[in-house]
Structures are given as structure tokens and as C-alpha cells.
């Protein structure tokens, strides 16, 4: 979790404040999209990977997809979750099934020094399991840690392809097992959309914080890519040129290279346009 010391700039201030209040929240019939042009909602991050997640779906001709929070805590993330999948509804066609993972009672013990004892420790940011079910009525909460939970969650569950990850576990030991989630594209790759916008929230902190690429998310990260050829997250480049948008260095994409459908073309719009630049004038 990102500590509230550090101050966002006004570009992402102003609406966030504004979208805390019930009376704007009407706002969300506006097109989900210029809602995310401008910044005007409250978890972009969260909106950016949703809408291109149901992008990609509707190209592969999927009907829809999956979007899953690891790290739940009190629920209003897996809320933004559930209100916003149905403006992505409303504009690409394709339904958002949504998962939210967490022990239900907090943070579990740390396991080591990459887990930031001095900043996480047992039983922060516990949840109200039932006043957030009855929030998000159609969520699926998938209660225990996730170690326990991840590796038979796609069998269990049958999940409509994975096409969006929000992680927020904290610990480097809580993402890492996180990951283990590709692991089961292998074999069912059904479940997954062939590549996968991914978000991590603890990357960006305070000095309080001080991740790097040998603790917390960023050491699962590179760990979880040491490990597993076929499967690759990596930063999301497009976002970099826009430095008014904080979480450019938080939205990433797993490449699962294995998948049946990685490599079908779905270039034909945008590469016309190219291939007509790109002729002799
Ligand atoms: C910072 S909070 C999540 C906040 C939430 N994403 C939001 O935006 O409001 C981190 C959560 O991760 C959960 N968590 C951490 N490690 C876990 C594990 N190994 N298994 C399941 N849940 C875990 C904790 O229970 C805690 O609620």
C-alpha cells in the first residue's frame, strides 16, 4: 500500500477528490474512455487495464473476460471494480467477471526481510467479509491465503479468460505466489487471454517504503521471470512518454508465450493505416 504521504500531482488530485462524492458520481455515464483521457476518475490505473483488457477479449472474439484483485483489505478496490465493468460493458460488449483474493483477515506473518518487515507486519488492513460482499454482490471472493488458494482457483472457479490483475499483496512472498496464477495457462489456456494487463501498487512508495529490485513486488517480479520461460511480465512502454500519469511505472503485461493464441494477428486497422504512411509518396 502506498503511503498517503506522498503528495499526487494536481492533474490526478482534482478529480480524485471530486469523484469521492456520491452526487458526481454520475459522472460514469460519460464514455469510459474520455473519462480516462482526462483522468476524471478515480483509479485510472485500474480503468486503463479493465478497458484494454476487454479490447484485446473483443478482438480475439471473446465475449468475457476476468479481472482479479489480489489484496482485497476493506473492498474499494474490488468496488471500483465491479462499478466500472459495467461502463467496459457498455462500450466494448464484453462482460467482466470479477475475483478478488485475500486472507479476509489481513496481512499474514512476514516471511523474511524482502517482505518489508519495517513497513508490513500481521493483521494490517483487515475485511468486513460481509459488508463487502453485500457491496459487490456479483464479486467472487476467494478467501485464504493465496498460496492455499491460487493453484486450484482456475479449475475450481472456471474462470472466463483472465485479462486484467490488479496486485496488491504487499510482500515479495505474497506476490511471487501470486504469480504461480500463469502457471496454470499451460494447460488451460482457455482461461487466459493471451496476454494480460497487470498493475502492482507497491512500486512507487515514500522513503518510508524504499522498494527496489531486491524487496517486495519488484523482487517476485524478476524472480517469477527468472523461473518460467514461457511466461514474461514486463512494464507496460506505452504509458512512459506520459509523465503526468503516475502509474506508468506500475502497469505491466504477462506475455504468456506458450498460448495458443499469442501470435494471431490483430494488427489489420492500425497496420493499414501504417502500410499506407509508410508507401512511396
Ligand atoms: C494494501 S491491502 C489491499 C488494498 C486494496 N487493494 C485496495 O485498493 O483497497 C493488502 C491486502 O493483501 C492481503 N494479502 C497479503 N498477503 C496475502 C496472502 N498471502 N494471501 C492473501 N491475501 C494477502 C492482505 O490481507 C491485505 O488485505
Known amino acids: 500500500m502506498e ?20 452526487s ?21 490505473n485500474y480503468a486503463y ?22 489484496g482485497v483489505a476493506g473492498g474499494n478496490g ?13 462500450v466494448t460488449g464484453v462482460a467482466v467477471e470479477i475475483y478478488g483474493f485475500d486472507t479476509g483477515a489481513g496481512m499474514p506473518d512476514p516471511e523474511g526481510p524482502k517482505d518489508l518487515p519495517y513497513w508490513f507486519r500481521a493483521a494490517q488492513y483487515p475485511m468486513d467479509r460481509d459488508a463487502l460482499q453485500k457491496k459487490v454482490p456479483d464479486a467472487t471472493l476467494v478467501i485464504g491465503n493465496v498460496r492455499d ?7 475450481t472457479y472456471r474462470p472466463a479468460p483472465i485479462g486484467a490483475v490488479f496486485n496488491d499483496v504487499d510482500y515479495w512472498s505474497s506476490t511471487l505466489d501470486s504469480l504461480h496464477l500463469f502457471d496454470r495457462a499451460a494447460g488451460q489456456a482457455d482461461h487466459f487471454l493471451p496476454r494480460i494487463a497487470m498493475y502492482f501498487d507497491d512500486i512507487i512508495g515514500s522513503p518510508a517504503e524504499m522498494y527496489g529490485a531486491y524487496n517486495g513486488q519488484l523482487a517476485a517480479l524478476r524472480e ?29 503485461y504477462a506475455h504468456l508465450f506458450a498460448h495458443p493464441r499469442y501470435s494471431d494477428f490483430l494488427g489489420d486497422d492500425q497496420q493499414g493505416e501504417i502500410h499506407n504512411a509508410l508507401r512511396l509518396q
Open 224 to 252: 517469477y521471470n527468472n523461473t518460467t520461460p514461457d511466461v514474461k511480465i514486463d512494464l507496460n512502454q506505452n504509458l512512459l512518454p506520459l509523465s503526468h500519469l503516475r502509474y506508468r511505472y506500475q502497469i505491466y
Open 24 to 44: 458526481t458520481r454520475n459522472i460514469y455515464n460519460y464514455n469510459p474512455w474520455f473519462l480516462l483521457d482526462t483522468q476524471a476518475i478515480e483509479r485510472p
Open 3 to 22: 503511503a498517503a504521504t506522498v503528495a499526487p500531482s494536481a492533474v490526478e488530485r482534482i478529480p480524485a477528490i471530486a469523484l469521492k462524492s456520491s
Open 49 to 70: 487495464c479493465m478497458l484494454h483488457a476487454a479490447q484485446l477479449a473483443k478482438r480475439l472474439g471473446h465475449e468475457r473476460i476476468s479481472a482479479i484483485e489480489f
Open 149 to 155: 488458494t491460487v493453484g486450484s482457483f482456475v479449475e
Open 78 to 90: 474490488i468496488a471500483f471494480m465491479a462499478d466500472f465493468a459495467k461502463q467496459v460493458q457498455r
